[in-house]
Structures are given as C-alpha cells and as structure tokens.
C-alpha cells in the first residue's frame, strides 16, 4: 500500500473511496466517466480513489478535480495474495478511514478488507461473485455480465446504482505543467504533428515498425513531424528503425522516454494520432485528439467520438497504404 505523498490521511476522512483494480491505462480512461458521476453523488463533490500503480493515476489525473487523493494498492502474486490483498485494503481503509467504498470489479479481497476495517457502506459489481456476501448494497450485476466488455459493465453499474452519465467520453485534461514540458521541447517542430502509438501489451497487437516507417513515406508529402511513442522497452527498436533513414521534409523523433503525464499532454496537441490498441491508443482519444486506432485480434473500441478504427484480423496484412488513406482523410 503506498498513500498518496501529498494528501495526509486526515484530509479525506468521511469521504467515498472508489477502488478501481484494473492494471492498464486505458483501463483507467474507462472508469473516468463513472468515477465522476459517484463524486457527482457526494456533498463533497470529489472522491477518494484507490487504483494499481500501473495505472499511472497519479500521473494523468493531476488536473482531476472530482479526486481528493490517489492511493496506490499493489497487484500480488503468490500462495498469500488473497490474505495480502484483504490486509491492504484494510489498512487502508484504517488509514482514509471512508463513509463507503465503491469496487469496481467483482472481486472479494478488498470488500472483505472494508469490512473488517468497519467502513459501513460497501457496493460492488457482484456478478454472482463470493464479493456479494460482503457487500452491504445492491443493486449487483448479474452472472450473465462476467464475460462482457468492461465499459459495458461500468455502464450497466452506472444504471443499476442511479448514476448519471451524459457520456462515455473521459475527457482527461493534461496538467499544465506536462503541457509547458511539451511546448518548450516540441514547439519548434513542424506540424501537421502526427504522433504513432508502436507499443503494446501483446505483440499481436503490435503493427511492425517498417509499417509505421512505410506511413511515414507515405504521408511525406505532407511535411511536419512523427513522434514515434512507446513504452521505455520500445526505445532501442525504434531508435533502430529511425536509423535506417527517414522521408525528405518530415522530422521524426523518438519519444518512448516521454512520461505519461507529458506523453498524454502531446498527443492533445497533436494533429492525428496513429497507432496499436494500447493505453495510449485510449489516452489519446481521451484528451481528444484524432484518434485512428489499428485493431487486430480482440475487441474493436467505440466509446469515443475521437477514436476511429482500423480493423483487421491479423495486423501483419494491414498495409501502409490503407492506414495513409484513413489518415489524410481524418487530417482533412
């Protein structure tokens, strides 16, 4: 368990604890809309969230008015992880010492942590999950639900506990301080900026490089900068694919050092953003960039109206070609 350095336990005390144990980035975007609307319920107007550390909360939701603090809560592993899951969270609640926790996921360690730290009012998603038992209110999502997408659970977890959400929009707002990183050390490069998005989780959701390269000579024509973005494990194989040259007139940078406050503050000041369905994929649609996300195996995405697909079985038949039309057309 790891409090949030800047809020001492003290200042949230009585609040609503929301816990979204979900490991990823995108994962996060997600949970934004209903996070607000629970803060919408309280009389404070904000909540206190509990998430992975993996889920970079601390780093994106800095300009987040709706949160008062964000603890991190580590993912076990192990022969212990149920009893050290059940021990964090109720030392944390013991800490934050919240009205109420709102879990969303099915899961029973942290319910039980919250009650035996004697926080009174406990919800969950349920889906006919041992989590019910411990739980102090419904409305549950049904068994049926377990396989659905999670933005689809969010959504019926929204209806079910009267929660109002105009939009799945999540509508993150880059920190000024990233967005100053950004302008003093990009705002010299040529536009149209069109950011590419190279990592992620799987490699099968990965477009190979020499087709992002092959964009670029496809795009040339069009001058301005690619900033290739990825994971700090992305940085030595695009910095070997940069080497094999670039197209005349287009400057091409390599970014995958970029934190993900800075890097989510770049891609909403950029023109297009183009890349694999990954935590930035969503973090860009997020701040509202045009957004065309390379979809290959998996579900296709459509919970923004800044995110455009580009879907394919298998990303390896996806040609250059076909993504440098979608491309101009969502420049144009």
């Known amino acids: 368990m790891n409090l949030d350095p800047a809020v001492p336990p003290q200042a949230g005390r009585g609040q609503v604890l929301v816990y979204m144990p979900d490991r990823g980035v995108g994962d996060l975007t997600w949970h934004l809309p209903t996070l607000r609307a629970i803060a919408a319920t309280t009389p404070e107007k904000t909540v206190l969230l509990a998430a992975r550390p993996s889920s970079r909360a601390r780093d994106l939701l800095g300009a987040e008015t709706c949160v008062t603090a964000i603890d991190y809560l580590d993912y076990r592993s192990g022969t212990w992880k149920n009893l050290q899951e059940i021990a964090d969270f109720r030392r944390l609640c013991r800490a934050r010492r919240p009205r109420a926790v709102w879990i969303l996921e099915k899961i029973d360690r942290p319910a039980i942590g919250a009650a035996l730290a004697g926080v009174p009012e406990r919800r969950g998603f349920g889906l006919g999950h041992g989590q019910q038992r411990w739980l102090t209110q419904g409305p549950y999502l049904p ?71 092959a964009l670029s000579a496809a795009l040339s024509d069009l001058g301005g900068t690619r900033f290739w973005l990825g994971g700090f494990e992305d940085r030595a194989r695009v910095d070997a694919q940069l080497a094999e040259g670039s197209p005349a007139g287009v400057a091409e940078v390599n970014v995958c050092d970029l934190k993900f406050d800075v890097g989510s503050a770049l891609m909403s000041r950029a023109d297009l953003f183009v890349g694999n369905d990954s935590g930035p994929m969503n973090l860009s649609a997020s701040v509202g960039a045009p957004t065309l996300g390379l979809f290959g195996p998996g579900p296709v995405l459509d919970y923004s109206r800044f995110l455009h697909a580009q879907a394919t079985g298998d990303l390896a038949t996806l040609e250059a070609e076909t993504v440098a039309a979608r491309a101009r057309a969502l420049l144009a």
Request: net charge positive; glycine share 6%.
């Open 143 to 213: 068994k049926a639900m377990r396989p659905a997408h999670r933005i689809d659970k969010l959504a019926a977890f929204e209806t079910a506990h009267g929660l109002e959400v105009a939009s799945r929009e999540p509508a993150l707002a880059p920190t000024p301080a990233a967005l100053d990183v950004v302008e003093a050390r990009f705002g010299a490069l040529p536009r149209p900026w069109i950011v590419y998005g190279v990592g992620a989780s799987e490699a099968r959701r990965m477009w190979p490089l020499a087709r992002f390269a």
